[in-house]
């Protein structure tokens, strides 16, 4: 993983970021003919930062529609 900081003039050290992100996913999907609806969402559970009690995790929303393609039979 890649760490960057934009503030305004202090200093952060992007050494207490962690290398590992672990989540949980929970979601549902649908199926319309070939047509897909897909909503899921992760918690994190890894704190990937943890510095003077101020502590950090991802929490990701994800949304896909898709087109299935039949191959051929």
């Known amino acids: 993983m890649k760490a960057e900081y934009q503030g305004n003039s ?3 050290d992007i050494d ?12 549902a999907s649908y199926e319309i003919s070939d047509f897909i609806i897909d909503a899921r969402y992760n918690f ?12 950090s995790k991802n929490s990701v929303i994800q ?3 898709g087109y299935k393609i039949p191959l051929g039979n």
């Open 10 to 12: 202090e200093e952060v």
């Open 16 to 27: 207490h970021f962690k290398s590992l992100d672990i989540s949980i996913p929970i979601g």
């Open 44 to 55: 994190g559970l890894t704190k990937l930062v943890d510095v003077s009690g101020n502590s």
């Open 63 to 65: 949304v896909t529609v």
